[in-house]
């Protein structure tokens, strides 16, 4: 685990709206940011509360829809990039050194504080990813 960037994921808006100010720097990550492509990448989120440490494995992530009262075109939005099974063993055996719980779900999808942003940064969906 390598480079760290704390971002805001902002409205889903952002996915289909371009009048969305932050929709421009997802857009302009990869020549503007972090022109560097990852191997994979580790999201965590604020929208995925469980009782322990959780990493999700699901192959070719499912996207929640965790969200409600937008317009329909925002529901047919997808993001099925590659699941990131060998980061989410890591990540559970550093959580797990540290003395904390921590399980791999292979059932949860990316929620829209995954998948909104990464579908403008990286939207061949090529990158493996988990939450």
């Known amino acids: 685990i390598s480079e760290t960037f704390f971002i805001s994921h902002g409205t889903p808006m952002m996915a289909i709206d371009p ?3 932050a929709r421009g720097f997802f857009l302009g990550w990869k020549d503007e940011v972090f022109s560097k492509k990852p191997k ?4 965590i989120s604020a929208h995925w509360e469980t009782d322990v440490a959780a990493v999700n494995a699901v192959d070719h992530s499912n996207v929640l829809y965790d969200f409600m009262g937008f ?13 990131a ?15 904390f719980k921590c399980v791999v779900d292979n059932k949860r999808g ?8 990464l579908l403008l940064m990286y939207p061949e969906a090529d ?5």
């Open 19 to 21: 009048t969305v100010k």
């Open 71 to 83: 317009p329909f075109p925002l529901y047919q939005l997808s993001y099925r990039a590659p699941s």
């Open 127 to 131: 990158i493996p990813v988990c939450q």
């Open 85 to 99: 099974p060998d980061l989410a063993s890591r990540v559970q055996e550093l959580v797990t050194s540290s003395g």
């Open 40 to 43: 994979s990448i580790l999201v």
């Open 110 to 117: 990316l929620d829209h504080g995954s998948w909104i942003p």
